[in-house]
């Protein structure tokens, strides 16, 4: 499938390293509002919607998590970028691990949140999209995805944030959120996470339902080198729920002093 051009928002000096900010499944780039301000301090960051979210376009589906990466590739072709750091929370982390692995040479770190490398199963999947596409998704997803993206003390304490999300949620349009459904049913990452050989951290949160822990710790633990944090009292929007931690994690990783590449066997011309 032909890349799409992205809809991104940038932050932060024009020469510093660039930050690239893939969100979650159903979300737009103003669910990464917390990590704006004080990432920004040191990176050119890039907040970008997926296609089929915000204010990208929405072709035709379904699509695979190769072409929401090969946008990522043709948003930083746009913007000039040879290399830039990635992080992504869900859908975007999977973006990020699919990045990583087959254009090594354009991700510098990477970071991981609440996310995983195969989600089956694919049934389940194909099922929430065809009910998407018939009903939409304010009626089919919304409050039971925002029921797993927050803690039930925190949401709360923190109803119009709960609120906000749910709307992105409902905003989202039916066949790109159905198509990205599509394309995690059809993904498995795994064979290929022992390629992946820039620096990677991954985040984990203990009472996510949506990717519990031990999606992190299994990718953690096929990617050389990686290192894993688990946050407590936080769900799926870990990025939203412990804002200040998350962005001390990344901010941490991204001003790591570099370390030597780990080993990782290519096949010949990869």
């Known amino acids: 499938m032909t890349p799409v051009d992205l809809h991104c928002d940038l932050v932060g000096p024009e020469t510093a390293p660039a930050l690239l900010l893939g969100g979650s499944l159903g979300t737009t780039r103003a669910m990464w509002e917390p990590q704006l301000g004080p990432l920004s301090a040191r990176h050119r960051v890039i907040a970008f919607d997926h296609r089929g979210h915000g204010r990208s376009p929405v072709p035709r589906g379904p699509y695979t998590i190769a072409d929401l990466g090969a946008d990522v590739l043709a948003l930083m072709d746009r913007l000039g970028l040879e290399r830039a750091s990635y992080c992504g929370l869900s859908i975007g982390g999977m973006v990020g691990q699919w990045l990583a692995i087959s254009a090594p040479e354009r991700i510098e770190r990477l970071i991981l949140i609440c996310t995983s490398a195969y989600l089956p199963p694919a049934d389940a999947w194909r099922e929430r999209a ?15 995805v925002v029921a797993r993206w927050f803690t039930a003390d925190w949401a709360k304490r923190n109803p119009d944030v709960v609120a906000r999300h749910r709307q992105m949620i409902c905003d989202t349009p039916a066949d790109g959120y159905a198509a990205c459904c599509e394309a995690i049913a059809a993904m498995d990452l ?14 984990a949160a203990r009472q996510d339902p949506a990717t519990p822990p031990e999606h992190g710790e299994a990718i953690a633990a096929s990617v050389p080198g990686a290192t894993l ?4 009292a936080a769900a799926h929007l870990a990025s939203v729920e412990r804002a ?27």
């Open 190 to 203: 795994r064979p290929s996470l022992g390629l992946i050989s820039a620096p990677t951290l991954v985040i």
């Open 244 to 270: 200040e931690a998350v962005t001390a994690l990344v901010a941490a990783h991204l001003q790591a002093p570099a370390a030597a590449s780990p080993a990782v066997d290519r096949p010949r011309g990869a």
């Open 130 to 144: 065809a009910a998407v596409r018939a009903a939409g998704t304010p009626a089919v997803v919304a409050d039971a």
């Open 229 to 232: 944090e688990v946050l407590d």
